[in-house]
T-cell receptor
Framework: GQQLNQSPQSMFIQEGEDVSMNCTSSSIFNTWLWYKQDPGEGPVLLIALYKAGELTSNGRLTAQFGITRKDSFLNISASIPSDVGIYFCAGSNTGNQFYFGTGTSLTVIP | GAVVSQHPSRVICKSGTSVKIECRSLDFQATTMFWYRQFPKQSLMLMATSNEGSKATYEQGVEKDKFLINHASLTLSTLTVTSAHPEDSSFYIC?????????????FGPGTRLLVL
């Protein structure tokens, strides 16, 4: 099945720094979701986006639905050690399956 | 947020035995659930789409007789790994599609770690 391109693949940052990651698709989606997965756990939904250009925040996390509907971005401000994990994007059109990104592994150095 | 449970969280079995994994949506009805397999440090690989009251749709390369899926109610889907072998050892995760509100989303279970000896 289709897999979305997510970048960067991994990040090593200092605590307190901001983080940016993005996800691109060859197809247009009407829904973008961002998840965080801790080791040995299932992905947890962070932010859901439903409209092109939409900018949504959840605490220190902000995600945007790209205007072309083929991409989405996730930013984390003032990173802390518990932000460590793998972040996945997912895109879908209503009623169809979600396609997932390849994941961004985030390491925060205290 | 919505909660999806998965049971068991981990299982160790002997080669040749069958293992059943349950996925439940706890506070919403899910006509569609998904089953994924995840290898270490890799993304989620969709195995099949489980539809309530009908046959599951399997992704290419996934043996339907090997991975039996039953979605008997709006809150429960089961995945049975039949005649498990060591190469079936993996992390299996289910998700449930929530379409109860005006907007669709998908929630994941906590995953099941399967080890086949």
């Amino acid at each position: 099945g289709q897999q979305l391109n997510q970048s960067p693949q991994s990040m090593f940052i200092q605590e307190g720094e901001d983080v940016s990651m993005n996800c691109t698709s060859s197809s247009i989606f009407n829904t973008w979701l961002w998840y965080k997965q801790d080791p040995g756990e299932g992905p947890v939904l962070l932010i859901a986006l439903y409209k092109a250009g939409e900018l949504t925040s959840n605490g220190r996390l902000t995600a945007q639905f790209g205007i072309t509907r083929k991409d989405s971005f996730l930013n984390i401000s003032a990173s802390i050690p518990s932000d460590v994990g793998i972040y996945f994007c997912a895109g879908s059109n209503t009623g169809n399956q979600f396609y997932f990104g390849t994941g961004t592994s985030l390491t925060v150095i205290p | 947020g919505a909660v999806v449970s998965q049971h068991p969280s981990r299982v160790i079995c002997k080669s040749g035995t069958s293992v059943k994994i349950e996925c439940r949506s706890l506070d919403f009805q899910a006509t569609t659930m998904f089953w994924y397999r995840q290898f270490p440090k890799q993304s989620l690989m969709l195995m099949a789409t489980s539809n309530e009251g009908s046959k599951a749709t399997y992704e290419q390369g996934v043996e339907k007789d090997k991975f039996l899926i039953n979605h008997a109610s709006l809150t429960l889907s089961t995945l049975t790994v039949t005649s498990a072998h060591p190469e079936d050892s993996s992390f299996y995760i289910c998700s449930a599609r929530d379409m109860t509100g005006p907007r669709e989303t998908q929630y994941f279970g906590p995953g099941t770690r399967l080890l086949v000896l």
